[in-house]
Nanobody, 123 residues
Framework: QVQLVESGGGLVQPGGSLRLSCVAS????????MGWYRQAPGKQRELVAG???????NYSDSVKGRFTISRDNAKNTVYLQMNSLKPEDTAVYYC?????????????????WGQGTQVTVSS
């Protein structure tokens, strides 16, 4: 069974930094796109940043220049370095990945989500 497990969330003051990590585990053949989404209370889940298997990146306008997404393919891990954090960055952050893996005895491609990690930016 494929799992995505996030870590690195927490409480930070405005202007501070956090680094989120997300590790994919299971009988994985390959991982295509990976990304980070976030959902604030009362709002829809939104894309924060994405990265392809070739490390091409894209960012939402609200985080450009402050956040950096990266990945370590050997470790099946994606990171999100968040700098100059603002109160409006407060949300639950979710990891997402498109993975080819063996599940229930069959090879297949599917989209997977982590359980989420809380990021709170407050003084």
């Amino acid at each position: 069974q494929v799992q995505l497990v996030e870590s690195g969330g927490g409480l930070v003051q405005p202007g501070g930094s956090l680094r989120l990590s997300c590790v994919a585990s299971g009988r994985i053949f390959s991982i295509a796109g990976m990304g980070w989404y976030r959902q604030a209370p009362g709002k829809q889940r939104e894309l924060v940043a994405g990265i392809t298997s070739g490390s091409r990146t894209n960012y939402s306008d609200s985080v450009k220049g402050r956040f950096t997404i990266s990945r370590d393919n050997a470790k099946n891990t994606v990171y999100l370095q968040m700098n100059s954090l603002k109160p409006e960055d407060t949300a639950v952050y979710y990891c997402n990945a498109d993975i080819v893996a063996i599940t229930s005895g069959r090879v297949g491609a599917d989209e997977y989500w982590g359980q989420g990690t809380q990021v709170t930016v407050s003084s």
